[in-house]
């Protein structure tokens, strides 16, 4: 139900045109050049997806947006530049917009390859992924995954973790 879309950093935009199916428009942004020429000509045939260089991590979009999600992103945030990431995804967010953001668990860790492990230096627990939205938002959920099955059990045993936050904090 929501208008203009933003997406933040999806790599090779699997998920992109199933979004730009069930939205007026999708902003795509990453800050890899290689991969929003490449993500270009993939979704051609999209008419309603658009492709911008942009460093979350340094600027708000420049455009305020009815929704915002980034999946398998915050894990590969720098600590030190996660304040910046969520301040500027607020800033990029209308006053009613809703944000998902999905992770590997930090429970998940000891079980990664060690690329994965090199890559991932920023997980979190559903404590702490909870208490960062609450920072950020003025509604939030927590869900997790197993298995392509989305749940609210018990959250150490969840292999991936989607938060939602709804209405960013200004």
């Not at 939205?23 to 993939?42: G, Q, Y």
């Not at 990029?92 to 917009?97: I, R």
């Not at 492990?117 to 950020?136: A, P, T």
């Amino acid at each position: 139900g929501k208008k203009e879309v933003l997406e933040i950093c999806c790599g090779d935009a699997f998920a992109t045109p199933i979004v730009a199916g069930a939205v007026e428009r999708v902003f795509f942004v990453d800050w890899e050049p290689i991969l929003i020429e490449d993500n270009k000509r993939r979704c051609k045939d999209h008419k309603n997806i658009s492709f911008s260089l942009l460093d979350i991590t340094k600027t708000a979009f420049r455009k305020k947006c009815d929704g915002v999600f980034a999946l398998d992103v915050i894990e590969h945030i720098k600590p030190k530049f996660e304040h910046r990431f969520w301040q500027n995804i607020c800033l990029s967010l209308k006053k009613d917009g809703i944000c998902i953001i999905g992770t590997p668990n930090v429970t998940a860790h000891a079980y990664a390859s060690e690329l994965s492990r090199e890559g991932h230096v920023n997980l979190k627990s559903y404590k702490d992924f909870q208490n960062v939205l609450k920072k950020y938002f003025h509604n939030d959920m927590l869900f997790s995954m197993n298995d392509e099955i989305v749940h609210t059990g018990f959250y150490p045993m969840a292999h991936y973790l989607i938060a939602v936050g709804i209405g960013p904090v200004e």
